[in-house]
């Protein structure tokens, strides 16, 4: 009788095929966020796009793996309280997650979920609360992003797009780097600088854009990082 190999978690290349050029690029992103700055140490790093569809999900999920092959201790949690995928992409279950922990329902320990790549963990979104923004905007979400510093090299939050509702931005304000996700086909220049004055309106720090989706001939997609000093 055959065996059935198990089916590789979606979207996740950086796991599955790490020699790719496209594994390089996130190497090559997870290196610039490093450098991007001298003083200051980026510890939380949000990843949103303008608008649904842009890849900021895949782009925090292969984020997160780059850093943990890089032998950093790595969290990676949904705040994508409305449509959450996380838990799709590494294939695993949503039924307690960051919602559980900021409702006090089980204690953050109870919920960060051990990842197939070696030091990375998850938090998925959880069950879907009726008030995200103000869940994420709680004394319990400032106190959890608080305790989880002294425990994790790197924290990688994905949110929802910035333009669709407030919860980015209010993630945006408690995180230490903001890098926008914007889809080369389908966001033209006006969208995307006017997600990064949203980002600006509440002061957060966007250190980089990644361009996804770049037609090429030799690959579907291509993702780059821009320095903060570039313009969306």
């Known amino acids: 009788m055959s065996r059935l190999m198990p089916k590789p978690k979606?979207?996740?290349i950086t796991e599955s095929n790490p020699k790719s050029p496209i594994s390089e690029g996130y190497r090559m992103l997870r290196t610039n966020i490093e450098f991007s700055t001298v003083d200051d140490k980026l510890q939380i790093i949000m990843v949103t796009s303008s608008k649904p569809g842009e890849g900021k999900s895949?782009?925090?999920a292969n984020l997160a793996v780059a850093f943990a092959q890089a032998n950093k201790k790595v969290l990676l949690i949904d705040a994508d309280l409305r449509k959450p995928s996380l838990h799709r992409i590494f294939q695993k279950s949503n039924r307690l997650g960051l919602t559980t922990a900021l409702f006090k329902q089980k204690e953050l320990a109870d919920v960060i979920m051990v990842s197939d790549t070696e030091n990375l963990f998850l938090v998925p979104a959880g069950p879907t609360p009726p008030n995200p923004s103000e869940l994420l905007s709680s004394k319990q979400m400032h106190?959890?992003?608080?305790?989880?510093?002294d425990a994790y090299?790197?924290?990688i939050i994905d949110t929802p797009p910035i333009l669709?509702?407030?919860d980015a931005q209010i993630v945006a304000t408690q995180s230490d780097g903001v890098v926008l996700v914007v889809d080369s086909g389908k966001v033209k220049k006006d969208m995307a600088l006017k997600a990064k004055a949203s980002l600006e309106h509440v002061n957060a720090r966007l250190i980089g854009v990644v361009l996804n989706n770049i037609n090429r001939k030799q690959s579907d997609s291509y993702y780059?990082?821009?320095g903060e000093r570039e313009e969306a």
Not at 143 to 149: S, V
């Open 10 to 12: 979606r979207n996740l």
């Open 164 to 166: 669709s509702v407030t």
């Open 224 to 226: 780059y990082y821009y």
């Open 153 to 155: 090299d790197v924290v």
């Open 143 to 149: 106190a959890l992003l608080e305790a989880i510093r």
């Open 58 to 60: 895949t782009t925090s």
